[in-house]
């Protein structure tokens, strides 16, 4: 599941311990892997650079879900508090080796990949296997690799898909090797032309429509400007 916010991958946890059968709840980050190295060590650090990817859903460095899972694991709110007041105070926890190993018996286990894996990961299945993936399931795709790779696992899985890859489409235009227009719209245009994949009706509706917001705001205007407007 690739995420950032940890939201989808804490519902499959839910949808477990409702009685789905999961075997493995394989957690997919981008290259600001900060999921990944916490499910790994049991050490949350957001003391880290931050990147603007082209999974940008995923760029997240406070993931707000996962609070939710260590009281799930632990069942103590004055822990959980204690976690999070660390995060406010120094940017860091750790939950400890009892919490780990919980962790890892409940199924979880992650894995990340760079921008370069991403879109070599979008490239490769679409050569192998003629489907075009969006940048976010290309981080999936490549977790659950990676999963199977080092782990030997074979069992049927599935790969979350989150959006249409056209939203997406300089992006994809870079990892099918081709040299994206500058316009937006121009690139749903060429991705349409090269692949043979027809975009979203909606999405390319858009162009049509009239601009309705054209204002830039500041930081410090911001909370004047809601005013006005609610009058």
């Known amino acids: 599941m690739p995420t950032g916010n940890f939201g989808d991958i804490l519902a499959g946890y839910y949808a477990k311990k409702s009685g789905l059968p999961i075997n493995k709840l394989i957690c997919a980050s981008n290259k600001n892997n900060i999921l990944t190295d916490f499910i790994n060590t049991g050490v949350y650090d957001k003391n880290r650079p931050f990147y603007r990817t082209d999974s940008p859903s995923m760029d997240i460095l406070i993931s707000s879900n996962l609070e939710r899972l ?3 694991l632990c069942n103590d709110n004055v822990k959980v508090n204690g976690f999070m007041d660390q995060l406010k105070v ?19 286990c992650a894995y990340y990949s760079d921008e370069n894996a991403t879109e070599s990961g979008i490239a490769e299945i679409w050569n192998e296997k003629s489907y075009l993936c969006d940048t976010h399931t290309a981080v999936g795709l490549n977790a659950y690799r990676q999963y199977r790779t080092t782990q030997g696992d074979r069992t049927t899985t599935a790969v979350l898909s989150t959006a249409s890859l056209f939203k997406f489409a300089p992006a994809i235009l870079r990892a099918l090797g081709q040299t ?6 121009g690139a749903v245009d060429t991705l349409e032309q090269f692949t043979g994949l027809s975009a979203p009706k909606r999405l390319k509706e858009i162009r049509e429509l009239p601009v309705r917001f054209d204002q830039t705001i500041s930081r410090s205007e911001m909370k004047q400007k809601v005013i006005d407007w609610l009058k």
């Open 180 to 185: 994206p227009p500058k316009s937006g719209f």
């Open 90 to 108: 120094t940017g860091r926890y750790e939950i400890g080796k009892e919490l780990l190993a919980k962790l890892h018996n409940e199924g979880f």
């Open 70 to 72: 260590l009281f799930m």
